[in-house]
Protein backbone atom coordinates (compact mmCIF):
# COMPACT_ATOMS: atom_id res chain seq x y z
CA UNK A 1 0.00 0.00 0.00
CA UNK A 2 2.72 2.17 0.88
CA UNK A 3 4.35 1.82 -2.83
CA UNK A 4 1.27 2.30 -3.74
CA UNK A 5 0.58 5.89 -1.84
CA UNK A 6 4.50 6.62 -3.10
CA UNK A 7 3.86 6.21 -7.00
CA UNK A 8 1.12 8.43 -6.85
CA UNK A 9 2.66 11.32 -5.19
CA UNK A 10 5.96 10.83 -7.56
CA UNK A 11 3.24 10.64 -10.53
CA UNK A 12 1.19 14.11 -9.16
CA UNK A 13 4.83 15.69 -8.76
CA UNK A 14 5.68 15.07 -12.22
CA UNK A 15 2.72 15.97 -13.63
CA UNK A 16 2.64 19.46 -11.70
CA UNK A 17 5.89 19.80 -12.44
CA UNK A 18 5.51 19.23 -16.36
CA UNK A 19 2.58 21.58 -16.28
CA UNK A 20 4.37 24.28 -14.72
CA UNK A 21 6.59 23.52 -17.26
CA UNK A 22 4.27 24.04 -20.40
CA UNK A 23 3.25 27.28 -18.98
CA UNK A 24 6.34 29.28 -18.86
CA UNK A 25 6.28 31.82 -21.25
CA UNK A 26 8.52 31.61 -24.01
CA UNK A 27 10.40 33.98 -26.39
CA UNK A 28 9.83 33.05 -30.06
CA UNK A 29 11.10 34.98 -32.56
CA UNK A 30 13.52 34.30 -35.80
CA UNK A 31 16.84 33.20 -34.60
CA UNK A 32 18.45 30.98 -37.28
CA UNK A 33 22.08 30.85 -36.10
CA UNK A 34 24.52 32.34 -38.66
CA UNK A 35 25.75 29.77 -40.53
CA UNK A 36 22.54 27.49 -40.47
CA UNK A 37 19.83 26.39 -43.30
CA UNK A 38 16.55 26.27 -43.39
CA UNK A 39 14.31 24.56 -46.16
CA UNK A 40 10.70 25.91 -46.45
CA UNK A 41 8.34 24.60 -48.76
CA UNK A 42 4.78 26.07 -49.68
CA UNK A 43 1.82 24.37 -51.23
CA UNK A 44 -1.23 26.56 -52.69
CA UNK A 45 -4.04 25.36 -54.07
CA UNK A 46 -6.37 28.36 -55.07
CA UNK A 47 -10.29 27.95 -56.77
CA UNK A 48 -12.08 30.85 -57.89
CA UNK A 49 -15.37 30.58 -59.31
CA UNK A 50 -17.98 33.12 -59.82
CA UNK A 51 -19.45 35.25 -63.14
CA UNK A 52 -18.02 38.07 -65.13
CA UNK A 53 -19.39 39.62 -68.07
CA UNK A 54 -22.58 37.04 -67.97
CA UNK A 55 -20.25 34.30 -68.28
CA UNK A 56 -19.38 31.49 -65.96
CA UNK A 57 -15.77 31.92 -64.43
CA UNK A 58 -13.76 28.60 -62.68
CA UNK A 59 -9.98 28.59 -62.41
CA UNK A 60 -8.06 26.23 -60.42
CA UNK A 61 -4.34 27.10 -59.63
CA UNK A 62 -2.29 24.74 -57.48
CA UNK A 63 1.57 26.32 -57.20
CA UNK A 64 4.73 24.90 -54.91
CA UNK A 65 7.95 26.86 -54.04
CA UNK A 66 10.58 25.33 -52.25
CA UNK A 67 13.54 27.65 -50.42
CA UNK A 68 16.59 27.38 -49.12
CA UNK A 69 17.56 29.86 -46.61
CA UNK A 70 21.13 30.30 -44.70
CA UNK A 71 22.34 32.74 -42.39
CA UNK A 72 25.40 34.51 -43.74
CA UNK A 73 25.53 37.04 -41.14
CA UNK A 74 23.86 38.91 -38.15
CA UNK A 75 24.61 42.43 -37.21
CA UNK A 76 22.95 44.98 -35.38
CA UNK A 77 19.77 42.52 -34.84
CA UNK A 78 19.56 42.04 -38.81
CA UNK A 79 20.26 38.73 -40.54
CA UNK A 80 21.53 38.53 -43.93
CA UNK A 81 19.68 35.77 -45.37
CA UNK A 82 20.52 33.63 -48.85
CA UNK A 83 17.95 32.47 -50.36
CA UNK A 84 18.26 29.22 -53.66
CA UNK A 85 14.82 28.15 -55.46
CA UNK A 86 15.14 24.91 -55.10
CA UNK A 87 11.63 24.05 -56.75
CA UNK A 88 8.53 25.57 -58.42
CA UNK A 89 6.01 23.69 -59.83
CA UNK A 90 2.17 25.33 -61.53
CA UNK A 91 -0.67 23.40 -62.54
CA UNK A 92 -3.64 26.33 -64.07
CA UNK A 93 -7.11 25.26 -65.42
CA UNK A 94 -9.15 28.03 -66.78
CA UNK A 95 -11.22 28.56 -70.06
CA UNK A 96 -10.29 25.19 -71.19
CA UNK A 97 -6.53 26.26 -70.99
CA UNK A 98 -4.57 23.95 -69.15
CA UNK A 99 -1.01 24.39 -67.86
CA UNK A 100 1.45 21.86 -66.37
CA UNK A 101 5.06 22.98 -64.91
CA UNK A 102 7.18 20.98 -62.46
CA UNK A 103 10.62 21.68 -62.37
CA UNK A 104 11.75 18.16 -61.18
CA UNK A 105 10.26 16.44 -64.43
CA UNK A 106 10.59 16.93 -67.90
CA UNK A 107 8.88 19.61 -70.14
CA UNK A 108 6.59 19.10 -72.77
CA UNK A 109 7.62 20.34 -75.35
CA UNK A 110 4.74 19.70 -78.12
CA UNK A 111 2.70 22.27 -76.05
CA UNK A 112 3.53 25.99 -77.02
CA UNK A 113 2.22 27.05 -73.66
CA UNK A 114 3.59 24.49 -71.91
CA UNK A 115 7.01 24.68 -73.45
CA UNK A 116 7.37 28.50 -72.76
CA UNK A 117 6.14 28.40 -69.04
CA UNK A 118 8.54 25.36 -69.13
CA UNK A 119 11.86 27.87 -69.88
CA UNK A 120 10.03 30.85 -68.18
CA UNK A 121 9.77 29.03 -64.72
CA UNK A 122 12.45 26.56 -65.23
CA UNK A 123 15.16 29.39 -65.11
CA UNK A 124 13.87 30.40 -61.41
CA UNK A 125 15.13 27.05 -60.02
CA UNK A 126 18.63 27.37 -59.10
CA UNK A 127 17.97 31.15 -58.71
CA UNK A 128 19.35 32.90 -55.64
CA UNK A 129 18.26 35.84 -53.65
CA UNK A 130 18.76 37.84 -50.58
CA UNK A 131 17.26 39.50 -47.85
CA UNK A 132 18.07 41.04 -44.42
CA UNK A 133 15.11 40.39 -41.74
CA UNK A 134 14.88 41.07 -37.96
CA UNK A 135 14.07 38.75 -35.41
CA UNK A 136 10.48 39.81 -35.14
CA UNK A 137 10.40 39.00 -38.79
CA UNK A 138 10.27 42.63 -40.24
CA UNK A 139 12.09 42.66 -43.78
CA UNK A 140 14.93 45.39 -44.60
CA UNK A 141 15.29 45.01 -47.83
CA UNK A 142 16.00 42.27 -50.43
CA UNK A 143 18.24 42.16 -53.34
CA UNK A 144 18.25 40.32 -56.70
CA UNK A 145 14.39 39.80 -57.52
CA UNK A 146 15.24 42.06 -60.66
CA UNK A 147 18.66 39.82 -61.85
CA UNK A 148 16.27 36.59 -61.40
CA UNK A 149 13.29 38.39 -63.69
CA UNK A 150 15.64 39.26 -66.52
CA UNK A 151 16.59 35.79 -66.37
CA UNK A 152 13.11 34.71 -66.91
CA UNK A 153 12.57 36.82 -69.81
CA UNK A 154 16.33 35.70 -71.62
CA UNK A 155 14.79 32.22 -71.08
CA UNK A 156 12.05 32.51 -73.59
CA UNK A 157 13.02 35.08 -75.83
CA UNK A 158 10.51 34.50 -78.92
CA UNK A 159 7.89 34.70 -76.15
CA UNK A 160 8.87 37.95 -74.53
CA UNK A 161 5.01 38.85 -73.72
CA UNK A 162 4.54 35.83 -71.68
CA UNK A 163 8.13 35.94 -69.84
CA UNK A 164 7.41 39.65 -69.21
CA UNK A 165 4.14 39.28 -67.62
CA UNK A 166 5.25 35.99 -65.69
CA UNK A 167 8.60 37.59 -64.61
CA UNK A 168 6.26 40.71 -63.51
CA UNK A 169 4.99 38.71 -60.74
CA UNK A 170 8.09 37.76 -59.05
CA UNK A 171 9.10 41.42 -58.34
CA UNK A 172 11.09 42.50 -55.60
CA UNK A 173 7.95 44.18 -53.96
CA UNK A 174 5.91 40.59 -54.06
CA UNK A 175 9.08 38.76 -52.44
CA UNK A 176 9.23 41.34 -49.99
CA UNK A 177 5.43 40.79 -49.10
CA UNK A 178 5.65 37.31 -49.64
CA UNK A 179 8.43 36.63 -46.72
CA UNK A 180 6.71 39.20 -44.65
CA UNK A 181 3.67 37.08 -44.68
CA UNK A 182 5.65 33.89 -43.88
CA UNK A 183 7.97 34.84 -41.23
CA UNK A 184 5.70 37.91 -39.47
CA UNK A 185 3.68 36.50 -36.87
CA UNK A 186 6.05 36.46 -34.20
CA UNK A 187 4.84 38.49 -30.73
CA UNK A 188 7.32 41.45 -29.53
CA UNK A 189 7.18 40.12 -25.74
CA UNK A 190 7.32 36.03 -23.99
CA UNK A 191 3.89 34.14 -24.67
CA UNK A 192 2.40 31.00 -23.14
CA UNK A 193 -0.01 29.18 -24.16
CA UNK A 194 -3.88 30.70 -23.87
CA UNK A 195 -1.52 34.15 -24.70
CA UNK A 196 -2.74 35.96 -27.78
CA UNK A 197 -1.28 38.66 -30.30
CA UNK A 198 -1.71 40.55 -32.99
CA UNK A 199 -0.53 42.35 -36.30
CA UNK A 200 -1.56 43.83 -39.51
CA UNK A 201 -0.13 43.44 -43.09
CA UNK A 202 -0.51 45.12 -46.17
CA UNK A 203 -0.18 43.68 -49.83
CA UNK A 204 -0.33 45.08 -52.53
CA UNK A 205 -0.25 42.72 -56.30
CA UNK A 206 -0.87 44.24 -58.97
CA UNK A 207 -2.90 47.05 -58.05
CA UNK A 208 -5.28 44.76 -55.75
CA UNK A 209 -4.77 46.14 -51.92
CA UNK A 210 -5.66 43.75 -49.29
CA UNK A 211 -5.40 44.83 -45.57
CA UNK A 212 -5.11 41.43 -43.24
CA UNK A 213 -5.53 42.15 -39.87
CA UNK A 214 -4.10 38.57 -38.04
CA UNK A 215 -4.93 37.29 -34.23
CA UNK A 216 -2.46 34.44 -33.38
CA UNK A 217 -2.89 32.40 -29.93
CA UNK A 218 -0.45 30.31 -28.56
CA UNK A 219 -2.05 27.08 -28.35
CA UNK A 220 0.37 24.47 -26.62
CA UNK A 221 4.08 24.10 -25.43
CA UNK A 222 5.60 20.65 -26.47
CA UNK A 223 9.09 20.13 -26.29
CA UNK A 224 10.58 22.76 -28.65
CA UNK A 225 7.52 22.60 -30.41
CA UNK A 226 5.18 26.05 -30.46
CA UNK A 227 1.41 25.46 -31.56
CA UNK A 228 0.66 28.80 -33.06
CA UNK A 229 -3.25 29.46 -34.08
CA UNK A 230 -3.80 31.89 -36.56
CA UNK A 231 -6.99 33.95 -37.20
CA UNK A 232 -7.75 36.44 -39.58
CA UNK A 233 -9.71 39.27 -41.12
CA UNK A 234 -9.21 40.26 -44.70
CA UNK A 235 -10.46 43.49 -46.29
CA UNK A 236 -9.84 45.69 -49.39
CA UNK A 237 -10.56 49.80 -49.87
CA UNK A 238 -10.52 49.52 -53.79
CA UNK A 239 -13.86 50.52 -55.13
CA UNK A 240 -13.50 49.18 -58.29
CA UNK A 241 -12.88 45.31 -56.48
CA UNK A 242 -14.19 45.38 -53.09
CA UNK A 243 -13.13 42.45 -51.06
CA UNK A 244 -14.04 40.57 -47.66
CA UNK A 245 -12.34 36.93 -46.49
CA UNK A 246 -10.90 35.31 -43.84
CA UNK A 247 -7.93 33.40 -42.61
CA UNK A 248 -7.89 30.83 -40.40
CA UNK A 249 -5.48 27.76 -39.85
CA UNK A 250 -2.48 26.77 -37.27
CA UNK A 251 1.59 27.28 -37.71
CA UNK A 252 4.11 25.22 -35.69
CA UNK A 253 7.23 26.39 -34.75
CA UNK A 254 10.61 25.04 -33.75
CA UNK A 255 11.12 27.45 -30.42
CA UNK A 256 15.08 27.51 -30.59
CA UNK A 257 15.25 29.06 -34.28
CA UNK A 258 12.06 29.93 -34.46
CA UNK A 259 11.72 29.16 -38.29
CA UNK A 260 8.21 27.25 -39.02
CA UNK A 261 8.20 23.25 -39.25
CA UNK A 262 4.45 22.94 -40.47
CA UNK A 263 1.70 24.45 -41.45
CA UNK A 264 -1.85 24.65 -42.73
CA UNK A 265 -3.64 27.75 -43.85
CA UNK A 266 -7.46 28.03 -44.92
CA UNK A 267 -8.54 31.60 -47.31
CA UNK A 268 -11.87 31.97 -48.35
CA UNK A 269 -12.41 35.68 -50.14
CA UNK A 270 -15.52 37.34 -51.53
CA UNK A 271 -15.03 40.24 -54.18
CA UNK A 272 -16.97 41.97 -57.17
CA UNK A 273 -15.84 42.63 -60.43
CA UNK A 274 -15.49 46.18 -61.10
CA UNK A 275 -17.47 47.19 -58.38
CA UNK A 276 -20.76 45.62 -59.58
CA UNK A 277 -22.28 43.83 -56.45
CA UNK A 278 -24.64 41.13 -59.40
CA UNK A 279 -21.20 39.35 -60.43
CA UNK A 280 -19.90 37.93 -57.41
CA UNK A 281 -16.46 36.09 -57.21
CA UNK A 282 -15.26 33.48 -54.34
CA UNK A 283 -11.85 32.49 -54.24
CA UNK A 284 -10.88 29.46 -51.52
CA UNK A 285 -6.96 29.10 -50.96
CA UNK A 286 -5.37 26.40 -48.92
CA UNK A 287 -2.15 26.69 -48.38
CA UNK A 288 0.41 23.94 -46.45
CA UNK A 289 3.65 24.59 -45.03
CA UNK A 290 6.38 22.27 -44.33
CA UNK A 291 10.06 23.25 -43.38
CA UNK A 292 12.98 21.66 -41.30
CA UNK A 293 16.56 23.09 -40.83
CA UNK A 294 19.28 21.37 -42.95
Aim: no cysteine; proline share 3%.
Amino acid sequence: MKKIFLAIIIFSLFSIEKSSAQDNPITLKFNLPKGSSYDYNMDINMNMKGEAGGQAVSVENKMGMGYHFTTLDDSAGWKKISTTVSGIAMHINTGGVNIDYDSDQPVDTSNVVNSTMGKVLGAMKGAQFTFIMNDQGKIGYVSGIKEMADKMVAAAPGNGGMASGMSNAFNEDNFKQNIQQAFGAYPDKPVKPGDTWTNTMNTNNNGVALKIDNTYTLESVSGNNANVKVNAQISSANSNMPITGTMAGTMQYDIPSGVVVDGALEMSMNMSMGGDQSTPMVMDIKTKITGKKS
